[in-house]
């Protein structure tokens, strides 16, 4: 019978045969395992900022503990409510309308007969990706501004009103979802892509035998084998449930949409940088970090009940 502590032998020395043999792979490990542990764990020291009432010129281990304080605080601010609502209501859009898009537009790739044609599409949708969030606000701005933007002179072409798209608290979210689709989108693609191209072709030509249609190889076939990857991504997507897109939503934003636009990652910017509440700032995080951490638990759960899989 094999007892904890042969098995943890024999796993010790399975991991240093295997060291021994792959030793330049385990090597070339080294510098990821050093950037995490720099950048990502050593950081996760200044937690402890969130528990004292921090001062800057005191340092960390100086200033005082004040326990739950900022916690309390955060979770009692009407401000940060209105912060919190608007983070879910902008992820819940993007992840309806924003998420299927790219299984869709991937499937759609796959059908195409014309390589020539296929390639072209995939690199003009790829592109956005590349353009900074600062460009691609400069972008829309022109595009839907009300001083001849092309979109509102359309809108006035055909009889209507110019619309204020960036001052309108009613239409901004729109705004948000619809640029991050169009930047994001093509990017999002590759990954569905790289999973049709893992599909057994013999699948399609038995289902032709059998005298199924595109629409049920779809069905019956393409969907069933990107599940495991449309699974991953979704339990994924669901850690950035309270990241609701702060780079995009900061460049884009105004004082003037604030009520419906502040999430979390501008609300931290604005409390941490500009009121120089710094502990307060990083209750926030704390915050953020353990719903999304929670959410992930979730999801994996949830996709093991219902589907028989998850990321572990």
Do not use: C
């Not at 006035?156 to 110019?162: L, Q, R, S």
């Not at 979802?177 to 990954?191: D, L, P, Q, R, Y």
């Not at 595109?214 to 393409?222: A, G, S, V």
């Amino acid at each position: 019978m094999l007892t904890p502590n042969n098995a943890k032998k024999s796993y010790v020395q399975r991991l240093w045969i295997d060291i021994r043999k792959d030793w330049d792979l385990y090597l070339a490990l080294i510098p990821g395992i050093a950037f995490l542990l720099i950048f990502k764990y050593t950081p996760m020291y200044g937690i402890i900022i969130a528990f004292k009432d921090f001062n800057i010129f005191e340092g960390m281990a100086a200033s005082p503990w004040v326990g739950w304080k900022h916690f309390e605080k955060l979770l009692s601010s009407d401000s940060f409510l209105q912060v919190f609502q608007n983070t879910l209501a902008i992820s819940i859009y993007k992840i309806v309308f924003l998420f299927p898009l790219p299984i869709v537009i991937a499937i759609l790739l796959n059908e195409l007969k014309n390589m020539a044609f296929k390639r072209s599409v995939q690199t003009v949708i790829y592109l956005p990706h590349f353009l900074s969030w600062v460009i691609v606000s400069g972008l829309f701005i022109d595009l839907l501004s009300t001083n001849g933007g092309i979109v509102n002179k359309m809108i006035v072409a055909m009889g209507g009103e110019p619309v204020r798209f960036f001052l309108d608290s009613h239409i901004f979210r729109s705004v948000l979802v619809s640029s991050a689709g169009w930047k994001e989108t093509g990017w999002n693609t590759i990954i569905y892509l790289a999973a049709l191209a893992g599909i057994d072709p013999g699948l399609y030509e038995s289902a032709k035998i059998d005298g199924a249609n595109r629409w049920k190889q779809i069905l019956h076939i393409t969907l069933p084998g990107l599940l495991p990857i449309i699974l991953l991504m979704f339990i994924l997507r669901l850690g950035y449930v309270l990241e609701a897109g702060t780079e995009q939503v900061l460049v884009m934003y105004n004082p003037s949409v604030y009520n419906v636009a502040d999430v979390i990652g501008t609300y931290v910017y604005r409390v941490g940088l500009g009121e120089q509440d710094y502990s307060f700032s990083t209750a926030v995080g704390v915050f953020e970090s353990v719903v999304a951490f929670i959410l992930i638990l979730t999801g994996n759960q949830m996709a093991r009940k219902f589907f028989g899989r998850g990321i572990w």
